[in-house]
């Protein structure tokens, strides 16, 4: 009886919940309007497994051309440190509009994604 009890007590109890990471915390922030950045930097809410995490950048306007069509930037080296990934950039950005997107997988590999736009002036 008293094993029947324990069980529906144990039964009873809420699962711990999995949740993937959400960013906190990012450089340059969303929205922002920076001068010539030379890194990136985002920080999540937890400690994310660096062969499932990563970002891309994207210029998306530049001043002075109208018809400017989106430039991925690439060539730069990032790392996962923790609940960071950083991102060293060769050379300043130049002045523009750029979307940055992200993805974040904590231990339990539950995944996350998203993005936001920042300036260069």
């Known amino acids: 009886m008293r094993i ?9 109890l809420p699962a711990v919940a999995q949740a993937a990471p959400s960013l906190v915390e990012a450089t340059p922030a ?11 930097t ?10 499932l995490s990563g970002i891309d950048l994207v210029m998306t306007a ?3 051309m ?9 060539g730069f ?20 509009t750029y979307v940055l997107t992200w993805h974040a997988a ?3 590999r539950e995944g996350a994604k998203g993005n936001y ?3 260069v002036r």
């Not at 985002?42 to 062969?51: C, G, K, N």
């Not at 080296?77 to 990934?85: F, M």
């Open 4 to 12: 029947t009890a324990l069980v529906l007590a144990l039964a009873a």
């Open 30 to 40: 969303a929205n922002a309007e920076v001068t010539k950045p030379t890194a990136l």
């Open 42 to 51: 985002l920080t999540f809410s937890e400690d994310i497994e660096p062969a």
């Open 62 to 64: 530049m001043p002075g």
């Open 66 to 74: 109208a018809h400017h069509k989106p430039m991925p930037i690439t």
């Open 77 to 96: 080296p990032t790392s996962v440190e923790g609940r960071a990934i950083k991102a060293a950039l060769p050379r300043p950005l130049p002045t523009g």
């Open 106 to 108: 904590g231990s339990d």
């Open 117 to 119: 736009t920042f300036k």
